[in-house]
T-cell receptor, first 112, second 114 residues
Framework: TQLLEQSPQFLSIQEGENLTVYCNSS?????LQWYRQEPGEGPVLLVTVVTGGEVKKLKRLTFQFGDARKDSSLHITAAQPGDTGLYLCAGRRNSGNTPLVFGKGTRLSVIA | KAGVTQTPRYLIKTRGQQVTLSCSPISGHRSVSWYQQTPGQGLQFLFEYFSETQRNKGNFPGRFSGRQFSNSRSEMNVSTLELGDSALYLC?????????????FGEGSRLTVL
């Protein structure tokens, strides 16, 4: 059973469109992170959210942490081909010294 | 500032062999974590080391082992390789203990088992 469920698995959109990807769990997390991974590279951190209800913006990307700290979303406005990649959410359980666990990711393709 | 360096980048082994992968963390980082990435399972946590001590271990068989040296460099070993061990093995380092900080990933070691 995957602790963090991401949806959709795959997403292909045209340049300029908006999109939202989701990260859901039945467990509470002390923090959630979003990473982006491009082919041939390791994941790179985009953002960390730690407070329930928190919203963070990074240029055209908006990240939200659910009030109950069980879910998160990533919204991209006016997607560009450079946004193409694998988006991974990752979280630490609210139970002390626990490792960072990852969802399986959403593979986004933005077509020019 | 140099990033996380993993060697080798690519390797091909046959079933039953063993393999050792190496990871050099960012200078000053004392925490190293290892993950296995496959298309079907995504990133699965293997181990985490901090100051030469294993702090966490994922749900992998005993064929998977690791260690960290006094200079924070880390190695992982997989013995008696199986076809299902084919994957991208990612190492990540962190400035503080990994359960609090950002992980900086290397480019990975892609293992193919024939």
């Amino acid at each position: 059973t995957q602790l963090l469920e991401q949806s959709p698995q795959f997403l292909s959109i045209q340049e300029g469109e908006n999109l939202t990807v989701y990260c859901n769990s039945s467990s509470v997390f002390s923090s959630l992170q979003w990473y982006r991974q491009e082919p041939g590279e390791g994941p790179v951190l985009l953002v960390t959210v730690v407070t329930g209800g928190e919203v963070k913006k990074l240029k055209r990307l908006t990240f939200q942490f659910g009030d109950a700290r069980k879910d998160s979303s990533l919204h991209i406005t006016a997607a560009q081909p450079g946004d193409t990649g694998l988006y991974l959410c990752a979280g630490r359980r609210n139970s002390g010294n626990t490792p960072l666990v990852f969802g399986k990711g959403t593979r986004l393709s933005v077509i020019a | 500032k140099a990033g996380v360096t993993q060697t080798p980048r690519y390797l091909i082994k046959t079933r039953g062999q063993q393999v050792t992968l190496s990871c050099s963390p960012i200078s000053g980082h004392r925490s190293v974590s290892w993950y296995q990435q496959t298309p079907g399972q995504g990133l699965q946590f293997l181990f985490e080391y901090f100051s030469e001590t294993q702090r966490n271990k994922g749900n992998f068989p005993g064929r998977f082992s690791g260690r960290q040296f006094s200079n924070s460099r880390s190695e992982m070993n997989v013995s008696t390789l199986e076809l299902g061990d084919s994957a991208l093995y990612l190492c990540a380092s962190s400035l503080v203990e990994a359960n609090t900080g950002e992980l900086f990933f290397g480019e990975g070691s892609r293992l193919t088992v024939l």
